[in-house]
């Protein structure tokens, strides 16, 4: 409650000024939900939710002439937005929504009570209001008493709550990961019989409350709450599916819990190497799925060994498949798949047994996704043999000192055949075609094994290619 004093003095001229306009009018105005909750937690944002008695085209009229910028994008839906002073501030009318319960969009309906608003809310912790004519707490479902307890409970029943929008038991796992909050039996129990309801929700929903619970400071409650009540069954079936393989070094449970330890050293590696950047989705997704492709590749050895052959690829196929199905986007499929593909090579390196050669194609082969692809495979090392992890960490500082001495040398950013498509269509007499291309890839290939040529040695391999494959003249 201190924390909502004090978070309120700080933007309470504003909110006085707004509420005393509501007031001149005949309505009433509340800081509600989130901005509550935030207030209670002392984090509050400069983005604030208001609910109001007044119908929307009443709320237009108030704010028109007050506002900075006015917006009506949301009228519909009753919310009339303004920006004043720097802050983005949300005002919605009371709602008292019916659902069809089919799909997810309500039936808007206008309700006349705060308490009313309030018992349509998804969790109790959002339910908390502060009525800015009197600056008085209203909190009609202990919704303080769950945010000390810090357990996410719903003011309705959850049946009711998830039957009207199953987006919410999403919206549970993403505050469990956000907050660190726990979710209360009754909405795991919940969320665990009606999770085949979340398919209701559009694949970009999901992804967009996905993408959120896993860029939270620690991820891995929200993910083990989806994976437990078999909601990840239903948008994130590849995460389940790796509690049925083993942990090849037998260091795990399963590559399931591995995977959920990559995923916090990732992000451990992501703070301390950018510590003022925002948080890495692709880094985060890749570490997370870097591994799924070893359930459909696991073959049990002679002696009680398993392994898991090319599940690197198989994986990088399974990841695009997944990231596609939930609408993300291209480049984001892209690179997260990149990394799967990439993430085992390192393991060839041995104790530095790789050419320049190898060492170029490793480094051209991640392009942009290198710096990220460091910190996946290094987070990959999970062994609890501190001698081991202590090596292949060694190993690793000694592929990036090698890389750094490489591309002092050559710009490995830009590997470049040592002729460009003219000259190798002069030198060939070529018209542009596919030949040319063929020989372009030819003269890259032979720049990354044996790093830049000569000029005069770059047209003598042209040449003789050609040759050996009756191109040109």
């Given at each position: 409650m201190q924390n909502a004093v004090t978070e309120l003095m700080r933007i309470s001229p504003l909110a006085d000024e707004l509420a005393k306009l509501f007031a001149k009018a005949g309505y009433g105005l509340y800081l509600v939900g989130g901005s509550v909750r935030d207030m209670m937690l002392g984090r509050l944002s400069s983005d604030l939710d208001f609910t109001t008695d007044a119908r929307p085209d009443q709320v237009l009229k108030i704010v028109s002439a007050w506002g900075d910028a006015v917006w009506d994008v949301g009228i519909?839906?009753?919310?009339?937005g303004v920006t004043k002073q720097g802050m983005t501030l949300e005002i919605t009318t009371f709602r008292a929504d019916s659902y069809d319960r089919v799909g997810r969009n309500p039936e808007v309906t206008f309700g006349d009570s705060i308490e009313g608003d309030l018992l349509r809310r998804d969790f109790t912790v959002n339910a908390m209001a502060i009525d800015l004519a009197n600056q008085t707490f209203v909190d009609p479902y202990d919704g303080l008493q769950a945010l000390q307890d810090r357990v996410l409970d719903t003011p309705a029943t959850p049946q009711e709550s998830f039957a009207d929008d199953p987006l919410r038991m999403l919206r549970a796992a993403r505050f469990s990961a956000q907050l660190g909050f726990t979710a209360a039996p009754r909405v795991i129990d919940a969320m665990t019989s009606m999770a085949e309801e979340i398919e209701r929700i559009t694949a970009e929903r999901v992804q967009a409350e996905l993408s959120k619970l896993l860029l939270a400071a620690d991820p891995r409650p929200g993910l083990e709450l989806l994976v437990d009540t078999r909601l990840a069954d239903h948008v994130l079936p590849e995460v389940p599916g790796m509690r049925l393989a083993i942990d090849e070094h037998h260091q795990h449970k399963d590559v399931y819990q591995h995977s959920l330890t990559v995923l916090a050293q990732a992000i451990d590696l992501e703070k301390s190497h950018e510590p003022t950047s925002e948080?890495?989705?692709?880094l985060r997704l890749a570490a997370l799925l870097h591994d799924v492709g070893k359930p459909a590749t696991r073959e049990f050895q002679p002696g009680g060994g398993v392994s898991f052959h090319?599940?690197?690829v198989v994986g990088a196929k399974?990841?695009?498949?997944?990231?596609?199905?939930?609408?993300?986007?291209?480049?984001?499929?892209?690179?997260?798949?990149?990394?799967?593909?990439?993430?085992?090579?390192?393991?060839?390196?041995g104790k530095g047994e790789w050419t320049d050669s190898a060492v170029r194609r490793y480094v051209t082969d991640a392009g942009d996704?290198?710096?990220?692809?460091?910190?996946?495979?290094?987070?990959?090392?999970?062994t609890r043999n501190r001698k081991k992890a202590a090596a292949l960490q060694a190993t690793y500082d000694?592929?990036?000192k090698r890389i750094a001495a490489i591309q002092a040398q050559e710009d490995l950013d830009r590997v470049r055949p040592d002729l460009n498509g003219e000259e190798i269509m002069r030198i060939l007499g070529l018209k542009p075609g596919p030949d040319v291309g063929k020989a372009w890839k030819h003269l890259k290939e032979l720049r990354l094994d044996r790093g830049p040529l000569e000029h005069d040695d770059a047209v003598a391999e042209l040449k003789k290619w050609a040759a050996e494959n009756g191109i040109g003249a």
């Open positions: 519909a839906f009753g919310t009339v948080p890495d989705l692709i090319h599940h690197e399974m990841a695009r498949k997944r990231l596609r199905a939930l609408k993300f986007s291209k480049e984001i499929v892209q690179d997260v798949s990149q990394l799967v593909f990439l993430h085992l090579r390192f393991h060839g390196y996704l290198l710096p990220r692809l460091h910190k996946l495979v290094r987070a990959d090392c999970t000694d592929l990036e």
